[in-house]
Nanobody, 124 residues
Framework: QVQLVESGGGLVQAGGSLRLSCAASGGSFSSYAMGWFRQVPGKGREFVASISRSGGSTYSAGSVKGRFTISRDNAKNTVYLQMNSLKPEDTAVYYC?????????????????WGKGTLVTVSS
């Protein structure tokens, strides 16, 4: 059983930056592809970015490409999401996700473990 704990959310003005962190415990972190998803009230969970087990491959949604960067530190059992040039439409609860036996995780159905989420609010 893997536990994921997100941190780093908060309130930021449009154009600003935040870095989210997700600390994993209870499992072999390097065995999991990791991802970030986000959700706003009334909508489903949306893919944001994913990173392979070694960190050698990353994938991002078109809406965040060029602004958000996912990375991981397997020695620290942590995955990060650096968010730059934030927009009000980036406002959401951001969830960390772990998936086993896949190269990357880009859909909620592929996730084995979820964190509880961290709220990001971008003011205009």
């Amino acid at each position: 059983q893997v536990q994921l704990v997100e941190s780093g959310g908060g309130l930021v003005q449009a154009g600003g930056s935040l870095r989210l962190s997700c600390a994993a415990s209870g499992g072999s972190f390097s065995s999991y592809a990791m991802g970030w998803f986000r959700q706003v009230p009334g909508k489903g969970r949306e893919f944001v970015a994913s990173i392979s087990r070694s960190g050698g491959s990353t994938y991002s949604a078109g809406s965040v490409k060029g602004r958000f960067t996912i990375s991981r530190d397997n020695a620290k059992n942590t995955v990060y999401l650096q968010m730059n040039s934030l927009k009000p439409e980036d406002t959401a609860v951001y969830y960390c996700a772990a998936a086993a036996q896949v190269a990357v995780v880009t859909t909620p159905n592929g996730v084995h473990y979820w964190g509880k989420g961290t709220l990001v609010t971008v003011s205009s």
